[in-house]
């Protein structure tokens, strides 16, 4: 019995660590879509840099963009909250979920005539954004260079995202090397459970 328990513990890290894992959603900066508690799954199979698309939801891990490399909380503090975020059950200081808007080589500004987002000077239709949200009220005008990605949140006035960074080391962009996966379903609550699609085009 107690060998069994041994195995699929084993099976379940080796899944979660290469394969798909689960992510607790911490706040409300990705409203509408995803809300504060929800959980969803990660395909750790687009990590790989190149593998993410423009208007993906992806999981990355903010330390040296978003937040310090460094992590002042002591080693049983650290292992506690690392138990709740396997488990679903809390989430991370330095992991976020945003949504991709430019890619290496796209030319990212906001905003337009008409009050949209433009990549390489074409205004976007975004309808994921929350309703009564602007684009962005942070005027931003960025090329994204070979192996970082620009990244906003759907629920724009409540999220801190590559804007908040903009006068940082590394102007907001988030190497793909910390893209852990893409978020590809809600799972809980299980009456909204559903597929995250891809935006078409």
Sequence with gaps: MLSTVVVAV????????????????????????????????????????????????IVFDGRGSFDPITDPRSIPERALAATGQWLGLAGSDTVYVKRVLGVPGD?????SDDGRLTVDGTPIDEPYVRAGDAPSLVPFDVVVPAGRVWLLGDHRSASMDSRA????????????????????RLVWPLDRSAPIERPPG
Excluded: N, Q, W
């Excluded at 030319?107 to 905003?111: G, I, K, Q």
């Design 107 to 111: 030319h990212v500004a906001c905003c």
């Design 165 to 184: 960074l903009l006068g940082a080391p590394g102007g907001g962009l988030v190497a793909e090397d910390r893209i852990i996966g893409r978020a590809f």
């Design 10 to 57: 084993l099976l379940t890290g080796l899944v979660r660590a290469f394969l798909v894992d689960v992510y607790f959603i911490p706040s409300a900066s990705m409203e509408p879509l995803l809300t504060e508690g929800d959980r969803v799954l990660v395909s750790k199979l687009d990590d790989r840099a190149g593998a993410v698309e423009r208007g993906d939801v």
